[in-house]
């Protein structure tokens, strides 16, 4: 059973900063790309940044320059490092992974609230 595991939100004021973590478990013999997307009530959910096993990056315009996406395959573990924090960027963070157990899989975590309010 793959699981993957968000950590690291909270309550942040503007301008601050939080680093999120997801960490994949489990049966997890290779991860391609992971992704972060993030979601307002009643709202879609919204592609934040992504990475390849590679460890190219793609961003949201919304976010470059703010966030940096990063990955530790050692430790099956992806990071959102977000900086200048907006109250824009309130939302339910959720880490995204395709994974190869007994075959190449979509797994979504179970999200992890960041809001950004003084």
């Known amino acids: 059973q793959v699981q993957l595991v968000e950590s690291g939100g909270g309550l942040v004021q503007p301008g601050g900063s939080l680093r999120l973590s997801c960490a994949a478990s489990?049966?997890?013999?290779?991860?391609?790309?992971m992704g972060w997307y993030r979601q307002l009530p009643e709202s879609q959910r919204d592609f934040v940044a992504s990475i390849t096993s590679g460890g190219s990056t793609v961003y949201a315009d919304s976010v470059k320059g703010r966030f940096t996406i990063s990955r530790d395959d050692a430790k099956n573990t992806m990071y959102l490092q977000m900086n200048s924090l907006e109250p824009s960027d309130t939302a339910i963070y959720y880490c995204?992974?395709?994974?190869?157990?007994?075959?190449?899989?979509?797994?979504w975590g179970q999200g992890t609230q960041v809001t950004v309010s003084s």
């Open positions: 995204n992974a395709v994974i190869l157990n007994r075959s190449w899989r979509d797994y």
């Open positions: 489990g049966s997890t013999f290779s991860i391609g790309a």
